[in-house]
């Protein structure tokens, strides 16, 4: 996995979550950024790559290998206008790719909601979950 930021809304908390030694994780994660001259040589050689850079369109086909998987949750506002990191000429390249805008970003605040309840739960003595 290669995630393309190092934010702390997305790249780095991602990083640190799909190395954890558990069943459900352990990848091998490399985080590159807009710093690391060199961060497509990152991006080509992954399997999943994740753009998380908040740059509008710095991911591009070239970048990618053929058959690897895009994840876009970066995006910037430009005026009124939405713009997400990926270049939507990565679908013709990528074997699968989420939305550029509206893809990542439902999820991240679901989960966002979801942690803030079971923080509560546990605050107030609550099994977190036993409510439902």
């Known amino acids: 996995v290669c995630i393309l930021g190092r934010g702390t809304t997305l790249g780095r908390p991602l990083a640190l ?15 590159v950024h807009t710093g690391v001259p060199d961060w497509p ?3 080509r050689r992954a399997e999943i790559v994740v ?3 908040g740059v509008p369109g710095i991911l591009q086909p ?4 053929p058959g690897c998987v ?3 949750g970066g995006v910037r506002y ?3 206008k939405l ?14 790719i989420t939305p550029r805008v509206g893809g990542v970003g439902p999820t991240t605040i679901a989960m966002l909601f979801r ?3 079971e923080c509560a739960e546990r605050r107030a003595g609550i099994t977190p979950g036993a409510a439902l």
Do not use: F
Request: glycine share 4%; hydrophobic share 40%; with cysteine.
């Open 78 to 80: 430009e005026g009124r």
């Open 62 to 65: 070239e970048h990618i290998t």
């Open 70 to 72: 895009v994840v876009g």
């Open 17 to 31: 979550l799909l190395s954890q030694k558990r069943p459900t994780a352990n990848a091998a994660v490399t985080v």
């Open 83 to 96: 713009l997400p990191d990926v270049d939507e000429r990565c679908e013709e390249v990528a074997s699968y």
């Open 41 to 43: 040589d990152y991006t």
């Open 51 to 53: 753009a998380a850079a």
């Open 115 to 117: 942690n803030a309840v």
